[in-house]
């Protein structure tokens, strides 16, 4: 296959991932179907079967795209930033942001984690992967260097990886309607209760 034809095969593959996005958004993880996203993307399915082997390769292949895209998102603002309080505040914030900015990948991502199940029967959000790790990783790295550099002060970074990725995952169960308009507070009472543990 020329490099060309590569490049028309993931723009290809990543119009069928988008469509299989706003499927899952509209109507939720159990009545979403290959035809139902072939309709969306306004494809066949067997061009669908081409790329993908059945629903779950699809629906697995979205979410480590889904997972990707908020990853790059957060890792771009922290990298944009100096001192390791900096990098922490930006953490904060461009995890929240990213729920608010992309609604629908939020919502996609959920319907997966909550659904699916692996080939032994367990559910997806009882299986730890890699993109979560990297995450953790990341904001524990933060947390950890902030402490060298003194920085930030003396305190479990491992409990503190924990407590902080919680207030960010609970910011998903505010009511729709409520979510931009409280989430420019949310973001700083969480930052300034953070940041009075962590100096």
Known sequence: MTSKNYLIADARKEQIIK????????????????????????????????????????????LAYLVQEERAFIKDKVEQKQSYMEKLVAFIEASLAY????????????????????PENVPYYLVKTDADDELHTLLKDIL????????????????MTTMIRGSISGSISLPQYEVEINLEDYSEKVIESILKMVK
């Open 99 to 118: 729920q608010v900015i992309y609604r629908g990948n939020t919502k996609a991502l959920l319907e997966i984690v909550f659904n699916a199940r692996t």
């Open 19 to 62: 469509a299989s996005i706003e499927v899952l958004t509209e109507i939720g993880y159990i009545h979403t179907s290959l035809s139902k996203i072939a309709k969306k993307a306004a494809i066949s399915t067997g061009l669908i079967s081409y790329h993908f082997s059945g629903k779950d390769d699809l629906l697995n292949n979205t």
């Open 144 to 159: 950890q260097n902030g402490q060298k550099t003194k920085e930030l002060g003396d305190f479990d970074p491992q409990v």
